[in-house]
């Protein structure tokens, strides 16, 4: 069984889990659905923040890898902007509930960034919505100040919305060899050294991706980058 059906039998036990636990237990958060959210407040309840977190986190990505035709890529709705809680004001469009998801699992675990990460990522530079990924960051720093990858990724943002590609690479370029950089951020990178002319660069970034990541397409694009820069 691969770690997508160790997940899925894990949420299915902390499904079960989740009806012994009153809902107001951990509220729900604005403009989501009630999936996965009786789970969490089991686990909430129980000092499992983390668990809880990381269980959001394999949701979060089922949805985002979902095709919005299907059940779990609902989500077009939009909640209008509420200056009182801009943390709750998202701009609606495709996978609407990617920023309120990302910020349900920060809800469960202030630390854990990584889930913060790849929901602006995902939302400035894969969606096109660079003022819902600022909200992202925006709650993330509210609870972790001090994080450094989160200034970097809103001075990155800054600079995507202004088509300033260097000014992109240059704050993103110390997270590279994170291991908690997101795939995509590494791909979006890549992408802009070749853009630039960094050939050489573009090469190297797409040859670690295909030989470590585990996602298929990202390899599949890495791969034809590849070649695209052998011709």
């Known amino acids: 069984m691969g770690w997508a059906g160790a997940a899925l039998v894990?949420?299915?036990?902390?499904?079960?889990?989740?009806?012994?636990?009153?809902?107001?237990?951990?509220?729900?958060?604005?403009?989501?659905?009630?999936?996965?959210?009786?789970?969490?407040?089991?686990?909430?309840?129980?000092?499992?923040r983390r668990l809880a977190a990381d269980v959001g986190l394999v949701r979060l990505l089922v949805y985002y890898g979902s095709s919005e035709a299907e059940p779990d890529g609902h989500g077009h709705g939009h909640e209008p902007f509420d200056p009182e809680h801009p943390e709750e004001s998202w701009g609606?469009?495709?996978?609407?509930?990617?920023?309120?998801?990302?910020?349900?699992?920060?809800?469960?675990?202030?630390?854990?960034?990584y889930a913060a990460l790849f929901a602006a990522g995902a939302l400035a530079f894969n969606l096109n919505r660079p003022d819902d990924a600022l909200r992202v960051l925006d709650y993330a720093l509210s609870r972790d100040p001090r994080n450094h990858e989160y200034q970097a990724y809103v001075a990155a943002i800054g600079f995507h919305k202004h088509g300033d590609a260097q000014g992109v690479i240059k704050r993103l370029e110390p997270f590279l060899g994170s291991a908690d950089c997101?795939?995509?951020?590494?791909?979006?990178?890549?992408?802009?050294?070749?853009?630039?002319?960094?050939?050489?660069?573009?090469?190297?970034?797409y040859r670690g991706i295909f030989e470590t990541s585990k996602d298929p397409g990202y390899r599949g694009l890495a791969a034809a980058a590849l070649k695209r820069l052998a011709d």
């Open 92 to 113: 609606g469009g495709r996978y609407a509930e990617l920023g309120p998801r990302a910020l349900r699992i920060l809800d469960a675990d202030p630390a854990f960034s």
């Open 182 to 205: 997101p795939v995509m951020i590494r791909h979006m990178v890549a992408f802009l050294y070749e853009r630039t002319g960094q050939r050489r660069r573009a090469a190297e970034l």
């Open 10 to 48: 894990l949420c299915l036990i902390l499904n079960a889990l989740a009806a012994q636990v009153r809902p107001t237990l951990f509220p729900m958060r604005q403009g989501l659905s009630g999936e996965g959210a009786l789970e969490t407040a089991a686990l909430v309840s129980l000092g499992m």
